[in-house]
């Protein structure tokens, strides 16, 4: 490579690409690696899967064609799915070409589908909630349903609690959670629901998971945890559709209608940007220029 430098010409030496992956797969396992939970990485490669069988080619080959046509043949799916499909490609190939891997970011100038934010379909009401935690008379389950609710956790972060993560304060407690992106919050937990949380632990030590499984002792799964608030909105006789995450937006929305400051919310839930979090307040908003009309 020649530079002029005030009229001279100085010759220095290519500076050599360092290989980051021997493999489309070995590119691809380096991508997966990038994201904690589980759950995501078990999607991503389904979807990666799904892709890389429609073009039959190598990533170096892939071109923005491949890209859309794969995108067409979605289009019988449901614009939340298509999203995902397509933002798992489109990242894959965003990231190989970061790395030099790929010449081009093929994917770059393919848009997702905008998705209509179906968030208000999926806060339950503050006497649902509080009808279907009456109803679970499981010590355990009862303890995980209200912790879900009263802390606004994910199931991830649930099933990763051990003993050691909990603290006494006065008559209440608090406990400390390891969140998405690798980000540590502490959430405080009001008298009554502390009194739930401490009654199940029967001499577990530190090391122990708080919500463990009858018959192994080990720390439930996310499956698991599925399945308790499943059973217990069947028993409420509430929807079907109700899971995990849905008693995470309750805790949101009823905190928020409570009057608590919209940053706290935003910490306790740990919302990377208050954006996400003003979203319930636009999801059950208070009132409407609709209501002032006579028609």
């Known amino acids: 490579m020649d530079i002029i430098i005030s009229g001279a010409v100085e010759t220095i030496a290519a500076v050599p690409v360092v290989q980051q992956a021997s493999s489309d797969e070995d590119m ?3 991508w997966i690696g990038r994201y904690r939970s589980a759950a995501t990485r078990t999607g991503y490669r389904i979807d990666i899967r799904a892709f890389r069988g429609f073009t039959d080619k190598p990533l170096r080959a892939i071109t923005v064609g491949d890209v859309q046509d794969f995108a067409a043949t979605l ?3 449901a614009p939340p799915t298509i999203a995902r499909r397509l933002s798992a490609v489109k990242s894959l190939l965003g990231f190989s070409h970061r790395l030099g891997y790929i010449p081009f970011d093929v994917g770059g100038v393919v848009e997702t589908p905008h998705i209509k934010d179906a968030l208000a ?7 649902d909630v509080q009808h279907m935690l009456r109803l679970e008379r499981h010590p355990r389950n009862a303890a995980l349903l209200r ?3 009263g802390a606004g ?6 099933c990763g609690l051990r003993w050691r993560d909990t603290v006494t304060r006065d008559d209440a407690g608090q406990i400390t959670v390891f969140g998405k992106g690798g980000k540590t919050r502490v959430i405080l937990l009001p008298a009554a629901l502390w ?3 401490v009654a199940i632990r029967n001499g577990a030590g530190p090391d122990d998971p708080l919500f463990r499984s009858r018959k192994k002792g080990r720390a439930l799964v996310p499956m698991q945890v599925h399945r308790i608030v499943k059973n217990a909105a069947q028993r409420a006789k509430l929807p079907v559709s109700i899971s995990t995450h849905w008693l995470r937006h309750a805790h949101a929305s009823h905190a928020l209608d409570r009057g608590a400051p919209v940053h706290v919310v ?7 940007s208050l954006t996400t979090t003003t979203r319930y307040s636009h999801a059950r908003p208070g ?6 009309l006579t028609a």
């Open 75 to 77: 289009a019988h799916l």
């Open 153 to 158: 956790l994910r199931v991830s972060e649930v």
């Open 195 to 197: 009194t739930h949380v």
């Open 266 to 272: 935003q910490t306790t839930l740990g919302h990377a």
């Open 28 to 30: 691809i396992a380096r």
């Open 147 to 149: 912790l879900i609710y």
């Open 121 to 127: 379909e999926r806060i339950m009401t503050e006497s």
């Open 287 to 292: 009132d409407s220029s609709a209501k002032y």
